[in-house]
């Protein structure tokens, strides 16, 4: 069992990582989903790896760019994960969408106020952070249409991947599961 959950594991970096570095649109990424399915399924450590994981590996053949504006990028996705957490012990279709998208607005809020602290593209004034968000709502549009797409891609594979498990091996002697 600890061997497969490593495989699993292991295969959603390389989807992370794969998904990252194929051509999509700005900001369809699977990383804000895998924080979100890791902190449903997995460990603490293991939820609290993938994201960083995928990003940093991928990140490698992308390229890096200003540590502080990377601190929140990554800081969205431990975030996400955290959500994930909570989201363990409230799961239904509404809750995992809503915090699918409440994943998405964190990370255009906390990366894009980044954007506008840390690099020289805005004004430092309120106006300044006004028009870094404004410019930046087609990413949110792009963010938003990947974390659900994903999230339902994930989530709904694996629930499922549950249903069938259960339905196959099932006895028909008591109808009791035998994994």
Same mark, same amino acid.
């Given at each position: 069992?600890?061997?497969? =959950? %490593?495989?699993?594991?292991?295969?959603?970096? /390389?989807?992370?990582?794969?998904?990252?570095?194929?051509?999509?649109?700005?900001?369809?990424?699977?990383?804000?989903?895998?924080? /979100?399915?890791?902190?449903?399924?997995? $460990?603490?450590?293991?939820?609290?790896?993938?994201? #960083? !994981?995928?990003?940093?590996?991928?990140?490698?053949?992308?390229?890096? +760019?200003?540590? =502080?504006?990377?601190? !929140?990028? +990554?800081?969205?996705?431990?975030? $996400?994960?955290?959500?994930?957490?909570?989201?363990?012990?409230?799961?239904?279709?509404?809750?995992?969408?809503?915090?699918?998208?409440?994943?998405?607005?964190?990370?255009? /809020?906390?990366?894009?106020?980044?954007?506008?602290?840390?690099?020289?593209?805005?004004?430092?004034?309120?106006?300044?952070?006004?028009?870094? +968000?404004?410019?930046?709502?087609?990413? /949110?549009?792009?963010?938003?249409?990947?974390?659900?797409?994903?999230?339902? #891609?994930?989530?709904?594979?694996?629930?499922? !991947?549950?249903?069938?498990? =259960?339905?196959? %091996?099932?006895?028909?002697?008591?109808?009791?599961?035998?994994?």
């Amino acid at each position: 069992m600890k061997n497969s =959950k %490593f495989v699993i594991a292991l295969l959603f970096v /390389l989807i992370g990582v794969s998904l990252r570095l194929i051509p999509h649109a700005p900001n369809f990424a699977p990383i804000a989903a895998i924080a /979100l399915f890791g902190g449903v399924y997995f $460990s603490k450590k293991t939820a609290l790896i993938l994201p #960083v !994981a995928a990003m940093f590996i991928s990140d490698i053949f992308i390229g890096f +760019y200003d540590i =502080k504006i990377m601190a !929140a990028v +990554y800081g969205s996705f431990l975030l $996400s994960v955290i959500l994930g957490l909570w989201l363990k012990n409230h799961k239904k279709w509404h809750t995992v969408a809503g915090t699918a998208v409440l994943s998405s607005v964190l990370f255009f /809020l906390i990366t894009n106020f980044a954007v506008w602290a840390f690099s020289p593209w805005y004004a430092k004034t309120f106006s300044g952070l006004i028009q870094c +968000y404004i410019m930046a709502l087609p990413f /949110l549009k792009n963010s938003l249409l990947g974390d659900l797409f994903y999230t339902t #891609v994930f989530f709904g594979t694996y629930e499922l !991947a549950i249903i069938w498990v =259960k339905k196959r %091996f099932k006895t028909k002697e008591n109808n009791a599961v035998l994994v």
